[in-house]
């Protein structure tokens, strides 16, 4: 026990209460014949939740956590003991860390990767006592001004091995945790200016360390799935894993799009232009959706502010998605998310999850309502149905060819005429069930 939380009890599932607790979120409550649990998956970030100091760009630090600044074991075990208090407050399931969050650096590799083994012990007991499991564990590739220039991209080939050797030993720990998946942050592999870059190396650089990552999993015999998370516009301008389209064009490249899956974050998605039920859709579609981060972003503000989800029409559309691609396997909902700089007390925190979770699982009531009532997916069937015609496959069909189909369509005197894609009404039915 930390003492951090003492004054804040765990939190229950009361629709009518008052006070602290779930309205919405009830772990046990069955959804399309799954526990609710089981359909979100849950898990807390722990960066966020305990390493953000509550600086932004314009504005240093604003929490004053008692385990700050966590530069000795001594204070990082007691924000192992603060994490995994909140982790009971919560209920949740899982939880998501970065080395870099558990453990001070050493003063060398080694040393670096001992500590992080000394706190996976830690977390071992505390998981064995009743704690939450591991939903995902990666390597901070991005923070130390030894990442200035990428990673797996760096034009210092130091740079490269030593982004090795961490992930290696962040794998082992994922692994020996029990890790149900493996992530990759693409935060620095991007570029600045073409000035200095050679984008075909860098490519090549980041698609040989994302196999070498793939082989070291085979080789150590761990089985969760590898991930990578899109990030867009942060903090270069050109990111190589820009969106779920440029992800699958990478993995195509090297090899990998039967070995790597996505952790989609709702924030990267607004940041790229997309939606966040478009990247969904998209990575379920080309068969690499895995997992998900459930925050949101300032829309006034053109930076990734990772808010604590709000929004039930959005999160709504987002678990359409997640239930349409038949849900999360060894994905789940994580809440890459965190405080405003002004909510400094520890019930800020309790209740910016509880807020979240509730949001998260209204969503998902209101799409498995969507699914079950069919209405969307009839229509959406209705506009294609055509394409089922003998003729329409033919032209899909290996064999077919360009003249073979403009002499059918002349013969025939086609002149088809538009039919209305009734978004609008498609859109009010939506709002029926939020």
């Known amino acids: 026990m930390s003492g951090y939380f003492d004054a804040i009890a765990p939190l229950a599932y009361d629709p009518d209460g008052d006070g602290p607790g779930f309205r919405h979120y009830n772990p046990d409550e069955i959804v399309l014949g799954k526990r609710m649990e089981d359909h979100l998956r849950f898990a807390v970030a722990y960066w966020h939740s305990f390493v953000w100091e509550g600086g932004d760009p314009f504005g240093g630090r604003t929490f004053d956590r008692p385990w700050f600044p966590a530069d000795t074991m001594e204070l990082a075990r007691a924000r192992a003991d603060a ?255 965190k405080l405003r700089r002004q909510s400094l007390d520890p019930e800020d925190l309790v209740m910016a999850h509880a807020g979240a979770m509730d949001v998260c699982a209204r969503g998902l009531k209101a799409a498995a309502r969507m699914l079950e009532d069919d209405r969307l997916e009839t229509a959406r069937r209705d506009r294609y149905a055509a394409w089922q015609g003998a003729e329409a496959q033919a032209m899909l069909a290996p064999g077919a060819t360009l003249d073979a189909i403009a002499d059918a369509a002349e013969a025939r005197g086609l002149d088809p005429q538009p039919v209305s894609g009734r978004q609008e009404r498609l859109e009010n039915l939506v709002n029926r069930y939020v």
């Open 83 to 337: 994490a995994f208090d909140l982790f009971r407050i919560l209920g949740v399931p899982y939880f998501c860390f970065h080395d870099h969050d558990v453990r001070p650096e050493g003063a060398s590799l080694t040393e670096s990767r001992d500590r992080l083994n000394r706190i996976a012990d830690l977390f071992a007991e505390k998981m064995a006592a009743g704690g939450p499991k591991l939903l995902w564990g990666t390597a901070n590739l991005f923070s130390n001004r030894r990442y200035m220039s990428g990673a797996a991209t760096n034009p210092d080939p130091d740079v490269f091995a030593y982004s090795a050797a961490t992930v290696r030993a962040c794998m082992d720990v994922t692994h020996r945790l029990n890790g149900e998946n493996y992530v990759l942050w693409g935060g620095r592999e991007g570029y600045e200016t073409l000035l200095n870059t050679d984008i075909g190396q860098e490519l090549d650089q980041m698609g040989r360390f994302l196999s070498l990552v793939v082989d070291y999993k085979h080789k150590i015999g761990f089985k969760g799935t590898i991930l990578i998370e899109p990030k867009p516009q942060e903090p270069t301008k050109h990111q190589y894993d820009y969106d779920v389209g440029n992800v699958y064009g990478f993995l195509r490249r090297y090899g990998l799009e039967n070995e790597v899956r996505l952790n989609i974050e709702q924030g990267h998605a607004i940041l790229a232009g997309h939606t966040f039920e478009h990247e969904l859709a998209l990575a379920a579609a080309l068969g690499i959706f895995g997992s998900i981060d459930m925050n949101r972003n300032d829309y006034q503000s053109g930076w990734d502010t990772d808010q604590f989800p709000n929004n039930v029409p959005e999160t709504a559309l987002a678990y359409y998605e997640v239930l349409k691609a038949g849900g999360f396997t060894t994905g789940g909902t994580n809440f890459d998310a």
